[in-house]
């Protein structure tokens, strides 16, 4: 799976961005997707995930209620909308593929990454 995100952009605090992510190949369907981000001298972490039937989604905490992960399989495509953006949300934003079921979603258990995006939240 090859997977390629945009999206990216500079904002202000309280706007709005919506991050795409594309992925190549048949098996598409089969990946449970997940976004993440990283911020200069932080570690990787993750943000949202969506299983592979798109019917169960997760979030980190601190985005609950301002970001929504969707997928739509007739474009191999994953969403994540951002609302309310803060300056802490500024990072650049990874989206990844995972085979393995499980629960839990961290940098090493994905099996596929794309190049990421920069999304930048001014105050």
């Known amino acids: 799976v090859q997977l390629q995100a945009s999206g990216g952009g500079s904002v202000q605090a309280g706007g709005s961005l919506r991050l795409s992510c594309s992925a190549s190949g048949r098996t598409y369907s089969s990946y449970h997707m997940g976004w993440f981000r990283q911020a200069p001298g932080k570690d990787r972490e993750f943000v949202a995930g969506i299983a592979r039937s798109g019917g169960i989604t997760s979030y980190t905490d601190s985005v609950k209620g301002r970001f929504t992960i969707s997928r739509d399989g007739a474009k191999n495509t994953v969403y994540l909308q951002m609302s309310s953006l803060k300056p802490e949300d500024t990072a650049v934003y990874y989206c990844?593929?995972?085979?393995?079921?499980?629960?839990?979603?961290?940098?090493?258990?994905?099996?596929?990454w794309g190049k990421g995006t920069q999304v930048t939240v001014s105050s």
């Open positions: 990844a593929a995972r085979f393995l079921d499980g629960s839990t979603w961290y940098p090493g258990g994905m099996d596929y």
